[in-house]
């Protein structure tokens, strides 16, 4: 499964990478170009514009409409109708940046305060993660999203 975000939803594209879905974004584009990117490289459109939306499905585009506007129920509506699965862990990550898959990083100079867990690096934009507490906020989210899916 493979996505491109609209401009508005900029920081769902950071949640789908890193959960490993090869998701577009590109907030310069206009309607065209991303309805035409969505046919030739068969991306599924997420989008919060209803007439977007319905230019998509006449260009035979497959949308979502996102409901809302908050992340969690974003991710809450896409697990539900797509069955899109997120992960919290970055070893099948793709950059939530440039979209690019992480590679392990092996020798790379690690800040003392990061403490001991997997470091990856980008080749496509060079940035570095690494699983700290940054990752166990999004592990927390995850699993919020986990039980909201669960609790309706
Ligand atoms: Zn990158």
């Not at 900029?10 to 090869?22: E, N």
């Not at 599924?44 to 977007?52: G, N, S």
């Not at 440039?98 to 940035?127: I, K, S």
């Amino acid at each position: 499964m493979r996505f491109a975000c609209d401009a508005m939803l900029g920081k769902l594209a950071r949640w789908l990478r890193l959960s490993g879905y090869d998701t577009a974004y590109q907030p310069e584009a206009d309607d065209g170009e991303l309805l035409r990117a969505c046919r030739e490289e068969r991306r599924i459109l997420l989008t919060r514009d209803v007439e977007l939306a319905g230019r998509a499905k006449g260009a035979g585009v497959e949308v979502v409409l996102v409901e809302s506007e908050h992340i969690e129920e974003q991710l809450v509506q896409l697990v539900r109708e797509l069955g899109i699965t997120l992960r919290a862990s970055s070893g099948a990550s793709l950059c939530p940046i440039c979209n690019t898959p992480l590679v392990e990083a092996e020798q790379v100079e690690r800040p003392e305060h990061l403490g001991d867990g997997e470091v990856y690096t980008c080749p496509g934009c060079g940035r570095v993660y690494w699983e700290g507490s940054h990752w166990r906020s999004i592990a927390e989210r995850v699993r919020r999203v986990e039980q909201k899916v669960r609790g309706r």
